[in-house]
């Protein structure tokens, strides 16, 4: 049984943080933001706004957005987030109890900034297994919540966001062959820990806040993530110039910019969210999409490479069909 995603929509707090609010906290400024990273601007949750409301709100405007869509059947749920408001329950069991979606499997995914492509990939699964016909796949987060404003090199890169998508059984494969992995080798080198002190006999700061060691990561995500469009694209025995577009995980413009280059693909049809909403870890995704949808770019029968990478460190991707 093939699959598709139906609908997208997403979900952005009001709270609009520029980079000068940094200035003033830690030695920085708006110059060395953007050109180091591309962010102009970011979103926090309110002090009241969880990783569950973020997602019930996006539900939510997935049924506002699109008149034809219901929750009516919705069977499994999927939340990719590392923000959780608990451990448990779910995220996942948030939704389905604010909607009253019954018989609805849930499970949260902690793949980082993965997560949302994860998610439809579990999701295509299920479809394809027969034992699920209607998938609500999110990934949301709060990282505003999980930053050290001590950490000057780590502060300035994250915002809140939470996008969904619904997923249902289609006559027409939209939904191809996917690549998923990871190198768990690198766990030191991005994490957010409360309770272990050592990750790979490396010790770590087990102190609930975001780390990350950026020039590990940076060249790790250039490597892998050039690596596995290639591998993706030939899985599925297509070349570049059949792409529409590409949604990489919005960590940073210049990993971006790297990757471009490295494939020679236009970054005008490389789709972004870093600029005004900075890295939403598992939001990125769905939030690339719903800009672009949005400005009028994305049309019917556009085929969207999507890739996600972060902590683990791990890696997924997936070609689709809108």
């Not at 709270?15 to 601007?41: A, L, P």
């Not at 949301?140 to 994250?158: G, H, P, Q, V, W």
């Not at 570049?240 to 413009?253: C, R, T």
Request: charged share 20%; with cysteine; aromatic share 8%.
């Amino acid at each position: 049984m093939n699959a598709k995603i139906t609908a997208i929509a997403v979900y952005t707090p009001a709270e609009r943080v520029t980079n000068e609010y940094f200035e003033k906290i830690i030695e920085t400024n708006d110059e060395w933001i953007v050109s180091r990273t591309g962010i102009k601007e970011r979103r926090f949750s309110a002090p009241d706004e969880y990783t569950s409301d973020l997602c019930i709100k996006a539900v939510k405007n997935l049924v506002a957005e699109n008149p034809d869509i219901t929750l009516d059947g919705v069977d499994f749920i999927l939340v990719g987030t590392t923000t959780a408001d608990q451990v448990m329950p779910s995220m996942a069991t948030r939704v389905q109890d604010y909607f009253k979606i019954p018989n609805c499997g849930c499970l949260d995914i902690m793949a980082a900034c993965a997560g949302f492509v994860y998610g439809v990939v579990l999701a295509k699964g299920l479809i394809a297994a027969g034992t699920h016909k209607k998938v609500l796949v999110l990934g949301a987060e709060t990282l505003s919540k999980f930053m050290d404003y001590n950490d000057r090199t780590s502060c300035i890169l994250f915002g809140d966001a939470a996008g969904v998508a619904l997923i249902e059984p289609s006559d027409k494969a939209k939904i191809f062959k996917s690549i998923t992995g990871s190198d768990g080798s690198h766990g030191s080198d991005l994490y957010l820990s409360q309770h272990v002190s050592v990750i790979n006999g490396q010790p770590i700061n087990a102190n609930g806040k975001i780390y990350q060691n950026g020039r590990v990561v940076f060249k790790w995500a250039v490597q892998t993530v050039t690596e596995k469009v290639a591998g993706l694209l030939a899985l599925n025995n297509l070349d570049l110039n059949q792409l529409d577009w590409i949604i990489l995980h919005s960590a940073n413009m210049r990993i971006i910019d790297a990757v471009a280059s490295a494939i020679n693909y236009p970054m005008e049809k490389m789709l972004t969210s870093i600029e005004y909403f900075a890295n939403t870890s598992a939001a990125s995704i769905p939030l690339s999409w719903d800009i672009a949808k949005k400005a009028g770019k994305i049309k019917p029968g556009n085929k969207i490479l999507m890739l996600g990478f972060g902590g683990g460190l791990t890696y997924a991707g997936v070609i689709i069909e809108v």
